[in-house]
């Protein structure tokens, strides 16, 4: 049977892992200095994909490391609920005696202090001595360390503090530190995490070095569809999913689906099967951003689509461009989190949604507001523009309910990829590995 290369719904094996070359060449130097890595980008960047790669046997002969030294540890943070520092180390143990299955004194020793309860960081240093004596290092790839980075019933400030200063304190004050990489990933750079920085005191986060995953260049895209050989679906493909990492592998997937059950794909149908997939992933995207963000989406959205309607009288959203000026940190961090991304023109930045689907969706939201969200929404308007701007907002919003038939049709969206879809279709696909 032909598998799917292209994953959806989960982590992309590391045999299908495409792209992020230099990422994982960074992650592999890190692991020989002994030393620590953060991986930060938004929901659907592949980072847990990203661990899974640097887990890989594969990956460590590529470049040339020896995996039988290291004893390799991944897992999320968000498995431990509610999250507390001793079950964080507990859970390092109990993984680390899994890995060791032919080492059945250094088990024992690991179940005497998992018996023993409230495991700390120096549970861990105990550990680290055993495998330094036997010439091995242990490599930690923790996914999801925001959770850690977010208070808890059981988890306050106070001991996000301590906890914070025990990772430091191992990675740079001990000498087991010597013999302990730790790779983590969170939706977020962890200086935006976390708490309040101790002005006396070192940052926590400062012996990491910070790694970005962004959305595809387009070399990576090439890369991944190279199976499918669908050049001229490609710059359409582009367009509609702006590079994400998650709407490529939809994309990919809902073409090559199609193949395998002998079916001639049609635009009509892959533009309709993709709009439902990925439903979800712009709800966790848009539930992750905040209400300032939301609102700088929706004018984003708004504008386009007044483009989009043509010569149609509708409504005026001029003057955005002064709000957008005013808040370049949140569309810098909405461009790191994939959402949008900008061009210069006139030595001004210009910014849009990297996706035209996501665009669509976020119209689509607002088609669904009423009078009450407005209202509660008020305050977070007059933040961030005038009175005059948040009557021509409230203007277009109004406008979206009473004319919804006058908004272009899902396939308009999709216009490039319409226009690149031949007729009677069959996916040049290669039926090999």
Known sequence: MVQNPFIVGKPVPPEH??????????????????????????????KTSFLQKLESPQAWQEHEMDSSQAVIVRFS???????????????ILSLVKEKLADQSALQAEIDTILQAGQTTKDSLRQILRKLKAQDKYLVLLIDDFHVALDTNQEYDQDAMQR????????????????????????????????????????PWY????FLQLKI??????????????????????????????????????????????????????????????????????????????????????????????????????????????QREGELIKL??????????????????????????????????????????????????MSRQQMDKFTTAVKWLWKNKDKIPQIMEWFGKLVAAFPKGFILPISMGN
């Open 335 to 384: 461009e790191e989190q994939g959402v949008v991304t900008h061009s210069v023109q006139e030595e001004k930045n210009i910014y849009f949604f990297t996706s035209s689907t996501m665009e669509r969706w976020v119209i689509l939201q607002l088609r669904q507001t009423d009078e009450n969200w407005l209202q509660a929404r008020e305050k977070v308007f007059l933040n961030l």
């Open 206 to 209: 400062n012996h990491y070095l």
């Open 163 to 202: 906890f914070l200063s025990e990772c430091r304190n191992l990675a740079v004050h001990s000498a087991e530190g010597q013999h302990l990489s730790m790779i983590v990933t969170s939706l977020k750079r962890l200086n935006e995490l976390g708490p309040k920085l101790n002005p006396n005191a070192s």
């Open 77 to 91: 943070c968000e498995i431990i609920t509610p999250f507390t520092p001793s079950k964080f180390w507990g859970e």
């Open 216 to 325: 595809f260049n387009n070399t990576e895209i090439d890369n991944i569809f190279q199976t499918l050989r669908i050049p001229y679906l490609q710059e359409a493909i582009k367009e509609n999913t702006g590079g994400h990492p998650s709407l490529l592998q939809t994309s990919g997937f809902l073409l090559h689906r199609d193949l395998l059950t002998g079916n001639a794909p049609s635009v009509d149908k892959f533009v309709s099967d993709f709009e439902s997939v990925t439903q979800q992933i712009f709800q966790n995207i848009w539930d992750r951003c905040s209400e300032v963000e939301q609102t700088l989406l929706m004018l984003m959205a708004l504008s386009a689509l007044k483009g989009r309607l043509h010569k149609q009288k509708q409504f005026d959203v001029s003057g955005i461009e002064l709000i957008f000026s």
């Open 17 to 46: 892992f495409v792209g992020r070359a230099s990422e994982i060449a960074a992650a592999f130097d890190q692991i020989y200095n002994r030393s620590y890595l953060a991986i930060w980008g938004g929901s659907g960047m592949g």
